[in-house]
């Protein structure tokens, strides 16, 4: 009960006209973002982020998290009708969504992902509305070993789920690390790695890092390939179709199997929505009733990407608000906007904020709902951006990179290490290393050795501890598991692949 | 053997940066009390396990060669698995243009070495324009509008609305800016 009154003062704080406007601009923004192909969500929530300066913390929150939603929801529509995903976690929809349209149902594809970011937006803000206070409660009791159990998890987690090499994932994230660890560090004081600049003993600002390495190393690799976009097809005819109750009914387990698997993903640092998108897909493969079609045009390869990847969005505030841990580079940012406008999330945040954590909850059903309707009405509106020359809104994305970056600290020198994270994105997709976990490790680096100090100093540089104590040793199983699973999977398919090679194939 | 080169080089050099950082963190100064693991503990072993990873997948590419097979992440065994419309997430090989990349990287960078000169507004309409050619859009009169305008329109946002301080450059280019900011009504 105390939690529906909670909620309800949530929604009159989102509808004070700031809030509200936030709110609109943030789900206009994010759709814009997950548009326009050479921008990437999590490149546009920080290019968003300087906006936010001069902003009260309420609707500073609902801009970036309206954007966060909006962009799992607006990339679908490039993916469906042009065959160009917006996001990577749309690039599942080019398999059923696209086929669907080449068929001549574009409307009717459009409707199911409408249908699958409505459920999965409104089933996983619920879910995390009932889970966040028993969560931080939960997390109250947490100690050093927990916090550093939990981090870990999610960092291991970034590099056995990510696409590519999992060596390269590993260093990528050990690169991160290290850049975390420049300055001067919190226990002794001691400089490490500042090289004599004294800018350096203040540390490397994680936005800088992901600024640098998402949004202009991004335009770097788009230039080098001369800002080449394909021809778009016609796209006049854009209209939504939803789907019949009956045929709603018919895809339930669907919506159901990938709203549960978004919100499990959404909670584990480091899995983010294009993990979800994948692993739903995956998983209605193995489970959906019509599997052998899928691929040809099939609600569900439509329905559990699109569901699970908007779900996640929910999931991610849950650690982020009641543990002050962001599991994904989106989350990461919004965790930069609160720590700019002074507030720590973590466990007390419900004692100390709870009208700011339901205002954010009460901003997400109506981010979902609203998302949907500028869906559903808006959208032929919104795509004529895709007709924007790449290089006029790749040179504005640059210009954003470097304000976003001076204003944080009024220093040109911050200018200079965008420059320098922009070449190493640049070289990082050059030799197909992955960003994220160098940019997971960047934000949780700091967090991770400070529990792992204080856990070492507490228990007597006693390692086992993270290993013998109930809730840390468990999620350290889950470390384990999350490293293992990858390396399992691999020989299992290559058995699989000499036991097909051996003759075998033809009785399977 | 280029190609081999090609493929190490990459680990060759994380693991050179990362035995120097090593060498740098052993000379770390502190006092920790006694038996307590020090500052230089934590990086120490970052490094150690960068280093190991490298020469790792520098030994298993000399000498394995592809048998050596690659270790991926589940996102990738999911996508191998898919339909195979799922090409589009490996993308295809698409034509570069090396020095497009080049030009762009000179510019960025004579941009942050110039701002504090030439100020905010003239060293941004100027990059603008710079960036939008070698972007290879053409259309003069649009690349011209759009610097001028974003530029105003930035200076105008961040400065009036934000209150960011954005550089004013040296004279004589500094009365731009201050002719502009009387303009907006900027103090």
Known sequence: MDVVLQLGTGFLAVFEPVNLLALAIGLVAGMLVAVLPGLTLVMGIVLALPFTYGMAITPSIILLTAMYISGTYGGAFTAILFRIPGEPLDVPLLWDGYAMAHKGKPAKALGWTLLAALTGGLVSTAAAVAMAHPFARFALKFDSPEYFSIILFGLTSVVALGGGSMINAFISLCLGLMLASVGVDGIYGAERFTFGVPMLADGIEYLTVMVGAYGLGEVLVRLEQGFETPPLAQGDEVSTEFPSLREISEIKPTLLRSSVLGIVLGLIPGAGATIASFVAYGTEAQYCKRREQLGSGLPEGIVAPQTASTATVAGHMVPLLTLGIPGSGATAVILGAFLLHGMQPGPQVFINNSGLVYAIFASLFLGVIGMCLMGYFAIKLLIKVLYLPEAVTSAFVVLFCFIGAFAARNNLTDLWMIVSFGVIGYLFEKFRFPIAPMVLGCILGTQAENSFMTSMISYQNDWTIFFTRPISGTVMVFVVLALAFPAIRHLRNEYRQRWIAAGNGRDA | ?187
């Open chain 2, 1 to 187: 053997m280029l190609s081999h080169i090609r493929k190490n080089a990459p680990y060759v050099a994380v693991f050179a940066i990362a035995a120097y950082l090593y060498y740098l963190a052993r000379q770390i100064d502190f006092a920790a009390p006694g038996g307590r693991i020090g500052p230089d503990f934590w990086p120490k072993a970052i490094l150690l396990l960068a280093m190991a990873t490298c020469a790792y997948e520098v030994v298993k590419n000399v000498f394995f060669g592809k048998a050596g097979g690659e270790l991926a992440g589940v996102l990738q065994s999911i996508v191998a698995e898919a339909p195979a419309e799922g090409a589009a997430m490996t993308g295809e090989e698409q034509k570069t243009y090396p020095h497009l990349l080049l030009s762009g990287i000179a510019m960025t960078l004579v941009y942050v070495l110039l701002i504090e000169r030439l100020g905010f507004f003239l060293c941004t309409f100027f990059y603008l324009t710079g960036f939008m050619l070698v972007g290879r859009y053409r259309r003069a009169g649009v690349v011209l509008a759009t610097s001028l305008i974003g530029s105003l329109v930035f200076m105008f946002v961040f400065m009036k609305i934000v209150y960011v301080s954005l550089p004013l450059g040296q004279t004589p280019f500094s009365e731009v800016s201050f002719f502009l900011m009387r303009l907006m009504g900027i103090r």
